[in-house]
């Protein structure tokens, strides 16, 4: 796979996939742009080299057909500003009416199509609408890391198509960064695996266990391991067809000499709200009617012990319903915790990424990834098929 600096760009159309679903409030306003901010430098750089830079994302799920709640207006808008400079939104991603826009660009323009997944195509990894978009360009760059692990026409297809492709400054971040965790990282390395389901993270799990000195579980997750070990955990949510496979885990995190921490004690409501009357309860006490949101005091400083050693750190998920003031403290503490950290510390993941940033430790945390989905593919030892398809360019 190339990365941009080795391809020739100057003065040439590049179509960058970029990964522009930020999120909208009630009125069509972008409440986090961070995701337009990341792609900036692949941008730039592609202005500042007078190439003529299409852009394109999906946003949202529009089920394969316009509809103006999902156009990507708000964000040529905001992207306009950040870069200083005109940006175009073209009235679709492909047809004779962004052709006319494209061969009319000059060097250093830059234009943003119209949301990907108004056409059935692109989710379908369909080739005619793969070929589509890739007659709009001399170059392909992916900086989306975001959605690499999904095989759309966007990120998989359309390399198929195009002569010369390769990774934008971000999705090369990403890579490197978790590169360094897990290829050959400063030991101890500790995983972090919170969140609410055992299923969705199973098969992380299982990879990790062959990376990490340590593994630490939060969330409503470690029920369903508490549950193997007889532990009674109330009206707690668990994945009873799961239960063996989290005794199969404990089981080869214990023949493998890796230390693998479940809570101790747990902050509990009868109900999942703000206004809940909560009580601190140890593991083994938590009543009948009563879940467990939070990760008790005890647990928080066992897990602080078990990181002060830690060189490396790769997190995701949250230890509780951290949404919820009542039930966030454990969560943001984890945060404070590993942004002081002396290691590496990476964290991936949607809500993961939301409680760093509602924590205002983000600045500390060495690297936080943009993609939860694709992060998660990774941990869990799976290529990605947008980065596969990069690596194909140019081999037949």
């Not at 400083?301 to 949404?323: H, R």
């Not at 936080?368 to 360019?393: Q, R």
Request: charged fraction near 30%; hydrophobic fraction near 40%; charge should be negative.
């Amino acid at each position: 796979m190339k990365r941009m600096d080795e391809l020739k760009i100057d003065g040439k159309r590049v179509l960058c996939r970029v990964d522009f679903n930020v999120p909208l409030d009630d009125e069509g306003k972008i409440t986090d742009d961070s995701r337009i901010t990341g792609a900036l430098p692949t941008i730039r750089k592609a202005v500042d080299k007078k190439a003529k830079v299409i852009l394109m994302s999906h946003m949202g799920r529009p089920d394969g057909k316009p509809d103006d709640k999902f156009s990507l207006s708000p964000v040529a808008e905001r992207l306009e500003k950040l870069l200083e400079k005109k940006v175009k939104l073209a009235p679709d991603c492909i047809g004779e009416d962004v052709k006319k826009m494209v061969s009319e660009m000059n060097a250093g323009d830059v234009l943003l199509l119209e949301n990907l997944r108004f056409h059935p195509g692109e989710k379908k990894n369909s080739d005619d609408f793969a070929k589509e978009l890739a007659a709009l360009c001399d170059v392909y760059i992916n900086d989306a890391f975001a959605v690499c692990h999904r095989a759309h026409a966007s990120v998989s297809a359309i390399t198929k198509h195009v002569s010369e492709a390769g990774a934008g400054l971000l999705l090369q971040k990403e890579l490197d960064y978790f590169e360094k965790a897990m290829a050959d990282p400063k030991r101890p390395l500790v995983a972090i695996i919170g969140g609410a389901k055992v299923s969705s993270k199973l098969k992380a799990l299982e990879n990790m266990l062959s990376h990490v000195n340590k593994i630490i579980i939060g969330g409503a997750m470690a029920n369903t391991f508490l549950k193997k070990k007889g532990i009674s955990v109330g009206s707690s949510k668990v994945e009873d067809d799961l239960l063996d496979s989290a005794g199969s885990v404990m089981e080869k995190a214990e023949k493998a000499g890796i230390d693998f921490y479940l809570p101790t004690d747990f902050v509990v409501a009868q109900k999942m709200e703000k206004s809940a009357e909560t009580k601190t309860v140890s593991a083994q006490e938590i009543p009948d009617g009563w879940m467990a949101l939070d990760i008790g005091p005890e647990t928080t400083k066992e897990y602080d012990k078990a990181l002060a050693d830690a060189k490396t750190i790769i997190w995701n998920g949250p230890m509780g319903v951290f949404e919820m003031e009542p039930f966030s403290r454990g969560t943001l503490s984890l945060v404070k915790t590993v942004a002081n950290a002396d290691a590496l510390s990476i964290v991936g993941g949607g809500d993961t990424d939301t409680a760093v940033h509602m924590s205002g430790q983000a600045d500390k945390i060495d690297f936080i990834s943009t993609g939860g989905g694709a992060f998660l593919t990774l941990m869990e030892g799976k290529p990605l098929p947008g980065v596969a398809a990069l690596d194909g360019v140019g081999k037949g």
